[in-house]
């Protein structure tokens, strides 16, 4: 034991001493960080404001887009103001918007928690609106004492788009296909990151927001008249949907008032809806309501597995490595002249490990550090969702789950290191380990839709997947039989796995050359 | 006091190939063995079962008097033939770490991996990660691993193999030290040089079986005697002389002929018959049969048919 103890200290220190080690370590919060923090930024900061040209032949819509982009546009700086105000807000008035905003409370149907903010919102938004510039909104919101004395400037964000007045080369008396023609050629020379270019032409034909009298020209295969969106930029569809719901806007008002249909009344009618509530039957009497949280709680596995998988490649990743080159040294063979294969196996597999729960420690520290520093008074989401990390004993089910996923995946990976003289060899076995390996990787956003459903129920119990199913379906309180179960199931698993890759080790490491036939394999595990 | 090492008909079969066949050996405590044999001949086969990293098919070794290397494998150390370290680790702790496999205390360990630096030649280098060394070094380092533990028996797996005539020379001073000590040596090689300035006895094996076993003066004996005559004049008198037992002419050195007498002759006896007939010698070179000769005499014809497995 004590020189298994031995191999174990050397595996673990060669593996945390490497600078890559902490820098894998280190990489992940930033990432994790990164990815939050530049895509807003790049959103919100790096993209310029982007030039259009409207072609209207109808010669009366111009209005009803720009109204609708600064609606647009107005949306965005509300939110921006609106968080801006809650990240300002005094201490004493926050705590009293997270009672009021306890995601507990809210009901988990994503429509009904949506109204319900919706309207809120909206009623916000008008007042907003009619306050007619965000610093006077700001300032009156300041004044009421709401907010924080020591706090920076509000920046409005700058518009997204801006739609250029009708330049000189387009002449509006040609037809609509020379206008047409002439706008495609000026989007084509367009450079999309120069600011001063255009960046989409929309074109309306006339007659656009008359409605057709019959649609037997469309049956006939006449295609309808359309507007037409040319960009340059085919994944930003902002400026297309802003255009189309102003569009859109402009000719429900006109049909309700040819019509002579109330406008109001037929939004408040829209706006209504039957309530309907998610009840569990395992909560308390009173207390079945399902809750935002619990939605949040169903899918807060789908990280943890994503958590396992990586950390469980990368130290199952280092074993096999470190075996390869054991193996490919020579090394190996003094090793077995101090210590036997047994001793050897175990130290290597009890090193990794704990390899794998010092990055997996050190994970969860940056996770939650992060977290706790973007929890707050503003973030009701992330502190609910660390509330949920900390407390549901998620973490506890998780490191065990990975202590078996370890303990199964790396007798394979021994197994496999052990019979390959070279990297190479050793990447050739590993390309059909890692497709079997990416089953829960693909099912792990199905699963919390369907936690006792068959495809879930049957991937627990296939033992070199239960530690990924079952702890995707962990927050959803899975039967009882199934817990125990495949518990069991994992560690007989586990024992035989680790007897058999031990077989192998045994018979493999000192080989030489080419790695072994399939049957040779097999005659070694009979053996 | 028992021998150290003592194999009984060891043989081992990898199927069908017969890798070791029925092989006894004694080894003496205290003395330096050589363990010669050609290319294949089952060296490390037969080192590796003196270890019990394999276990023979049939035969019984008993090592330091224990039916198993397993039971005394705190007292042996081994350097086998592929050498190789963990690239990554500092030359010192390379040689505590196997130190202290072997039972060594870690800070005893560590201080004898510095002592054994600094005394073969390597102290500036201790704290360097072993892949920073030249290949002599690594060599070294790991020669200095596997006998930091101050073993009673020594296995030495082709010690002097990409070693530089220097180090060479460090390697045998090795094993020297060693031996001095009081500790058994087991070493294989092919460079007969060596064996012949160090080893006390020596087995010579070929496909498995071995040839002879004893001193290397022992081995002389049993080789012919070999003078070399370079001479002008005609030689075919001595030819006729009833010890000598063939005669060759060296097709690159005219006038120069290998002269091979029998076991018990004396070369002097060529000489007088010489001086007798009145043939004047340019040269006259009884030269003792090396080790080398005595390898390719005995194992020449195998060592040629024997395939690297």
Redesign the interface.
Known sequence: MRYAYLIAVREYLENVKTKGFWIGILLFPVILLASIKVTRFLEEEATPTRNFVLADFTGELEAVIDQGLNRSHQWRVFSAASDYVSKHTRKEFARKQIEEMDLEKIPSSVIDAMKSMRQEEDARFEGFLNSSDPKAWIRMMADSGVLVEDRPDFESPRPKFSRIPTPDWLDMNQSFKEVRALLKERLDESNPSDEKDLFAAVVIPDGILTPSKSNLLQFMGARPKEVEYWSINQADFDLRDSIRRALDRELQRRLYATEGLDEELIKNIQSDRVPVVSLDPKKKEGEEEVSLADTIRQYVPIGFVYLLWISLMSVVQMLLNNTVEEKSNRIVEVLLSSVTAGELMAGKLFGIACVGFTMLFAWIAALLGILHWHAGPEAEFVTKLLDIIENSGLLWIFLAYFLMAYLLYSGIFLAIGSVCSTIKDAQNFMGPVMIIMMVPLLTMMFIPKDPHGTLATVLSWIPIYTPFVMLNRAAANPPLFDIVGTTILGFVSVVVVIWLAGKVFRTAILRTGQAPRLVELWRWLKG | MTDALILESVSKLYGDFQAVDSLSLRIPRGSVYGFLGPNGAGKTTTL?MI?E??RPTSGTISVLGAPS??QV?DR?G????????????KAWSTIA??A???GMGRKAAKTRAFELLEQYGLGDFAESKTEALSKGMQQKV?VL??IAHKPEFVILDEPFSGLDPVNQEVMEEVIRDMSSAGATVLFSTHVMSHAERICDRFVLIAKGASLFDGTVDEAKALMPRRVLIESAGDLSSLEQLPFVKSVQEDLNQPGLHEYRLKPDADPHHLLDAAYEKGIRLTRFDRSEPSLHDIFVHMVGPEAREATVR
């Open positions: 590796r270890l990293i394999i290397a397993l494998r042996i081994y350097l086998p033939e592929e050498k190789g370290l963990y690239k990554k680790m770490y196997f202290s496999l072997k790991q691993a596997s």
